[in-house]
C-alpha cells in the first residue's frame, strides 16, 4: 500500500498536489528568497527557515516540445545541458526546500523484479562507466544523491554504517544527478565531506530515466543477479537491514 509524501505539514492545495511520488503533482511550488512559495497566482508560507530559491531556478523549465508535466514528460536543465523528469523536478524541489519526504519503501521508482537497466555514466573526470560492469558479479546499492540534498545527508550515517558492514560484498554506488550540479562542485563537496564509495555523474540524466527516479536519496538495490529487490526514499531507510536481506543473513 503506497504512502502518500509528507510535505512537512504544508498544505499544497488542489486535488492533484503531492510532495510524494509527485506523478500527479500540478500545483507548481517556487521558493522565494523570503520564504514563501508561489501556488497558482496564491502565496503560503512554506515551513523551515533558509529558502533555496536559487537552487530551483534550474528546475523550473518548461517542456520544450519533450513533453509535458502531466504525462511525466522531460524538462531541461536551466543551462540546456541535460534532462530531469517531471517526478524528479517535484520531488528535488521538495528535497531542496528541507521537507521530509516519506516514500513507502519498494513502493516508488522502478518496480521490484525489473532487471537493471543498462546506463552509461561519467565519473568525475569525464570518463564513462557503464554501471553493467558492477551487474551480476555482486548485490549493487545505487543512491540518487546531490550535494545540496537535506535528505542525502540525513541518509548518509546509515549508508555509511551498512558500507562498514557490506562494502566488500555489496557495491555502493552514489549517482550524482546532474540538476544544479557539476563535477567540479561534487569534487569540492566531497573534499570536504569524503563519501567511502564510488561517486558518478549522471550528466544527461539517463540513469535518472532508466531507474525512474522520483527524488534524490532514492535507493535501489539490485541482486546478484541484476533484478531489482528494494527501492525507496527518504532519510528513515535501514540501509543496513536492506542488505543483509539481500546478502541471506
Known sequence: ?????????????????????????????????????????????????????????????????????????????????GLVTIRLRALVTACALGLPVALAGQDVGLPLGTAAPAVTLDDLDGKSVNLGQYVGKQPVLLEFWATWCPLCKALEPSLKAAH?????????????VGVNETPASIKRHLAAAPLPFLVLYDANGAAVRAYQAPTTSYIVVLDRAGTVVYTGAGAEQDVAAVLKKVLGE
Open 164 to 176: 562498514a558492514k557490506y562494502g566488500t560484498r555489496v557495491q555502493f554506488v552514489a549517482v550524482g
Open 1 to 81: 500500500m503506497r504512502r502518500p509524501g509528507v510535505c512537512g505539514g504544508a498544505d499544497l492545495g488542489g486535488d492533484d498536489a503531492e510532495c510524494g511520488i509527485g506523478l500527479h503533482l500540478s500545483v507548481r511550488v517556487l521558493a522565494r528568497d523570503d520564504g514563501t512559495a508561489r501556488r497558482r497566482g496564491g502565496v503560503f508560507r512554506l515551513p523551515g527557515s533558509a529558502s533555496p530559491g536559487r537552487r530551483l531556478d534550474a528546475l523550473d523549465q518548461e517542456a520544450r516540445g519533450r513533453g509535458t508535466p502531466r504525462d511525466g514528460g522531460v524538462l531541461l536543465r536551466a543551462d540546456g545541458h
